[in-house]
């Protein structure tokens, strides 16, 4: 049985008629810009994030810039961070002029560890961005903790984790702000690009509604050099139509990632583990095993789909290669990024497909024998 890692096809097929006909409405409006939509999705997604705001971006990687900029986040800052996360948590912060510091991960969950931030931390420290790593949060307490006593802003990159909670708090709710991406592949994604902040600083708040329109107010006087990064009206119509499936569809992939949890129970596979604080919305399932190789082999035979996030940690990108000690290592991420893997996981999936997936996850591990061994 074929398995894609993931069949956006399958969620369109439900929206369709629904999508077409949002999409019709702002066409026939010829509001292309801004509107009524962009209004009624910033709304919903504030009050679905327990947030007093929120400004529509033109993506989560705009949503990052964007918080940055408005932190006045710039040349000689320093921005505390995960290397194991997507390139735009870092990238954001390398584009501003400022300098990625990287700390590692926690073996457990793949997310920030909090006890390692505070060495990290020199005078100048702006801000730390908690990445909600495959639908997780971070656990945010702490790391609340260290921010207040060190004056640091926080933005939590919960670009694959919106409606995720934290001890019933919702991602983007704790930080200074938060940011979504509604990149196609995420929980809640568009035909396209799209972003968001949510914050409940209102002068935050309003510096972000002038960033993203180049600083602009009144039309055509600059107050502050921000740039484009508006959200389409087009896109949001999109979301608005998807917005209230987000729950169910978010249900579904709790509901494979506990199947699948039950058919590797008693393998070597490493499962993902969920904080007992935390409600994870399974962006991703990603699993560790010793041959990854082998095993991305195998189940390509067997037409299943899988990927690789991430498998180079950001500190150690060329790219980044001036920003970051020589030498520096972070075990827990190069372990990991060695090890993981994410198997399909969205909504649609029926259980005979996770059981397909998982039998041939398991017949690779017993043909290998003791490869599969703890990671
Ligand atoms: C997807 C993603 C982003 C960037 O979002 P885009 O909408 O693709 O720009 C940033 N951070 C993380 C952790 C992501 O997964």
Redesign the pocket.
């Known amino acids: 049985m074929d398995v894609p890692l993931l069949d956006l096809q399958a969620q369109f097929a439900g929206v369709r008629q629904e999508v077409l006909d949002a999409v019709s409405e702002v066409l026939d409006s010829q509001v292309c810009i801004g509107g009524p939509k962009v209004a009624e999705l910033e709304e919903k997604i504030a009050a679905i994030s327990d947030c007093k705001y929120a400004v529509g971006v033109s993506?989560?990687?705009?949503?990052?810039l964007c918080s940055l900029m408005a932190l006045e986040v710039g040349p000689g800052d320093e921005v505390i961070t995960t290397p194991f996360?997507?390139f735009?948590?870092a990238g954001s912060v390398a584009r501003l002029g400022a300098k990625p510091v990287f700390v590692d991960i926690d073996a457990g969950t793949f997310n920030l560890d909090p006890e390692q931030i505070e060495a990290k931390i020199t005078a100048r420290t702006k801000a730390i961005i908690p990445?909600h790593?495959f639908g997780q949060m971070c656990d945010l307490d702490p790391i609340m903790e260290i921010a207040r006593r060190y004056d640091l802003a926080v933005i939590e990159?919960a670009?694959?984790s919106i409606t995720a909670t934290y001890k019933g708090r919702k991602a983007g709710s704790i930080g200074t702000c938060g940011?979504f991406?509604?990149?196609p592949s995420?929980n809640l994604g568009g035909a396209g690009?799209?972003?968001m902040i949510v914050t409940n600083d209102e002068k935050l708040y309003e510096k972000m509604l002038l960033l993203r329109n180049h600083g602009s107010n009144p039309k055509y006087y600059y107050r502050l050099i921000g740039g484009n990064f508006r959200l389409d009206p087009i896109q949001a119509a999109i979301l608005l139509v998807k917005l209230p499936h987000l729950e169910e569809w978010s249900e579904g992939r709790r509901r494979n990632a506990a199947q699948y949890d039950r058919l590797f129970a008693g393998s070597s596979v490493r499962t993902p583990y969920i904080r007992p604080e935390c409600v994870s919305i399974f962006?991703q399932y990603a699993i560790l095993v010793e041959d990854r190789a082998a095993l991305i082999e195998g189940l390509k035979e067997a037409g299943i789909g899988t990927e690789i996030y991430y498998p180079v940690p950001l500190h150690l990108q060329e790219c980044f290669t001036a920003m970051v000690p020589p030498g520096l290592s972070l075990p827990v991420s190069e372990r990991v990024s060695r090890h993981i893997l994410a198997l399909p996981i969205y909504p649609e999936l029926t259980p005979a497909m996770i059981e397909c997936v998982a039998d041939s996850v398991l017949r690779v591990a017993s043909r290998r024998d003791d490869t599969f061994g703890t990671v």
């Open positions: 993506s989560g990687t705009d949503a990052l996360t997507f735009a948590t990445v790593l990159d670009a694959q940011c991406s509604f990149f995420k690009d799209g972003g962006n």
